[in-house]
């Protein structure tokens, strides 16, 4: 329980600090937002118009794809910051200091959930301009919303691992990009599961990305009427099955980058 | 008086590379211990086994009474570290990072702050406190980065080449402040390549080559060994070279040196200025030209020169700190 309680207070000192930082250099937050606004106009114009959804829009159903996908990469911070703590220094810092041994990762992975929420907020109005809306009510948009950002927060500990396995900003970014896009591609982001070729249909099918997707889409009320209901169990129970993944990254990936951060340290 | 740092036997190895070869240092409650050795010698990964950031592959450590691999979060909380590359965060104020490394060594957020407003003050950076580390100059990362360590005032502080790249001001400020740390009872390890620092600073004095100790002893014993101040002479016609061998022969304390390539002789002298006087005399009266003629303190190398009979491989350089990218241990 002290060691629990340590976690946060230290993890907040760290959050804290990361947060100011976020200030310091508007430049990243610049494109952390302007990027999701390319992407829902990008798709909602290039792919919107062009593809058919029977007894819906395809453009809301695109939104809550392009939702997911922007949260997942947005993993890609707590890698990136990391990595640059190591790179810089500071984590021999951290290391010395008689800390509690996971705040490092506790501060980092709370204090970009900033960046997810902003992103989210971002995306929701440019959606809302260009013609996106949730029918489920409010609680419902909220919920969706929260989960988008727990299954987020879930990943940046995979990131933060990653972060600590191989601290370079650059390697992270492509490391990133290995991971993140065969995993919000081959997902119902952009087209429903069903239309996959088999062998890419049942990793869709059972890709927490998908559950996390449909869970969304489900609680804005963005699935057309045309679309088949899902027959598969992950996609029937998105929510569930989101949550299991949820708990199962973070019982995985939260130990393991623990472990991983005692041993972290930069030569010089 | 108890050991407030105790190591035995320490062993690193970095794949073929044998940074840490069984080696062995003890700095008694309130003293400084000099760890000296050229770059590559195993200071770093001395001073990082010792304060915890990476494990040794042997070796037993006790800091302040705790075992080192028992109890790593106990030896944190009674030690502060400066390392050789400053861990201080570039996009903070130099406020800021005092505060937040207050926070997490836990002194409560009053005290946090009153502790780095009184040390800010006190390295002399009270008006730069306000702004971010990007705009701080080397001495003052440095200072900053040693205030960091300094925070919860932990009874044994460990220097890792803290004056490396420094200017020679900022250098004697340096001096200052740790000599005034020790005075009020903090044990220190420092290392150093340079031989007139560990002399200035150090009441003991390790000196290491590739992980392991090839001289131990107190300053005045290692002056002892390797002699101390050298007259320095470059002489211009290789025909003058036996004349000014029997000048320096008449006033050096010991073997003169010839380096035939630069054709340089250096003599180890018991005096000082007075002694350079007379060797001046002398060549004037011979009528012997010289390029180049000083007085110079014995330096690293020299310790080395004297006790291993060869040069220490790779010279001290005037900014020391060779930092590799990014790499976990
Ligand atoms: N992380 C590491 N990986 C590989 N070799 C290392 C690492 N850290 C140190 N070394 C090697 O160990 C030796 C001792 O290094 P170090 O302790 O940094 O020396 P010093 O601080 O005295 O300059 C050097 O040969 C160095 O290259
Ligand atoms: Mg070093």
Redesign the pocket.
Known sequence: MKRFIHALADGSVIARRNVIKIGRVPEVLVFVLISPIMFVLLFAYVFGGSIDIPGGSYREFLIGGIFAQTVVFGATFTGAGIADDIHKGIINRFRSLPMSQSAVLVGRTASDVIYNVLSLLIMALSGFVVGWRFHEGLLNAALGFGLLLLFAYAFSWIMGYIGLLVPSVEVINNAAFMVIFPLTFIANTFVPAENLPTVLRVFAEWNPVSAVTQAARDLFGNLPAGIPEPTVWPLRNAVLYTLIWVVLIIAVFAPLAVRRYQTAAK?G | MANAIEAYGLVKK??K?T?LAGLDLAAAEGTVLGVL??????????V?ILTTLIEPDAGEATIAGIDLRKDPHGVRSRIGLSG?AVAVDEQLTGFENLDMIGRLYRLGRTRSRERATELLERFDLTEAAGRTIKTYSGGMRRRLDLAGALIAEPPVLFL??PTAGLDPRSRNDLWTVIRELVGRGTTLLL?TQYLEEADQLANDIVV?DH?REIAHGTSRQLKRMIGGERIEVAVISHEDTPKVQRILAAHASGEIQHDPATNTLVAPIAGGAEILTQVLRALDAEGVMVEDIGLRRPTLDDVFLAITGRHAEEAPVATGE?V?AG?T?
């Open positions: 030569r | 970095y794949g590379v940074a050795g050229p770059n590559g010698a195993g200071k770093t990964t001395a990082s050789q890792d080449e290392t290491i992980g060779a590799a790499g241990a």
